[in-house]
């Protein structure tokens, strides 16, 4: 079973608007969460994290918010630009265990 | 040449062949790792090396057999493969094993077994 969740395949937003990615996870022992994005044929790369103490974590247009009573984390991306098109990984570690993989949500910023 | 490397990027065998992926990274890091990506399931962890050492194997079956001769290489061996086993194979690095958030990937080798 799945410990790290991505329900929503795609996504679409127009440019300028906010992108709003989600990720669920079923483990409580996550401490850590990570986005990746991943451009065609390229690998993912490492776009922002959270530690479990921490609720929101900003980086310039990218900020990941955490709830961990819901078991919930999101990426805000805003303004969206053509550019953020990709695919996006949510990802979470325990201690200094493997990272767990969502299954990504595409995203289509549409200029 | 910098960052993460695999060759090759796309490869096609059938069920009998034997075939080898290359990984190597340029980031001075000691731990390299093998995912592997099917279409529409997350990338599953297979191996982990640290140190040139295998720390894990992800119960993954015999006839993937993966090889770490120094620190900046990994290989992946391959032989009798399955259809099922067609996938995105993609190797990732890391500065050591307890620091698995800043992993490196590679650009993936699409694979294709007939």
Known sequence: DQQ??????????????????NCDYTNSMFDYFLWYKKYPAEGPTFLISISSIKDKN?????????????KHLSLHIVPSQPGDSAVYFCAALSGANNLFFGTGTRLTVIP | ?????????????????????????HLG?????????????????????????????????????????????????????QPEDSALYLCASSQDRLAPDTQYFGPGTRLTVL
């Open chain 2, 1 to 25: 040449e910098t960052g993460v490397t695999q060759t090759p990027r796309h490869l096609v065998m059938g069920m009998t062949n034997k075939k080898s992926l290359k990984c190597e990274q």
């Open chain 1, 58 to 70: 900003e980086d310039g247009r990218f900020t990941v918010f955490l709830n961990k009573s819901a």
């Open chain 1, 4 to 21: 790290v969740k991505q329900n929503s395949p795609s996504l679409s937003v127009q440019e300028g608007r906010i992108s709003i990615l």
């Open chain 2, 29 to 81: 890091h000691n731990a390299m790792y093998w995912y592997k990506q099917s279409a529409k399931k997350p990338l599953e962890l297979m191996f982990v090396y640290n140190f040139k050492e295998q720390t894990e194997n992800n119960s993954v079956p015999s006839r993937f057999s993966p090889e770490c001769p120094n620190s900046s290489h990994l290989f992946l061996h391959l032989h009798t493969l």
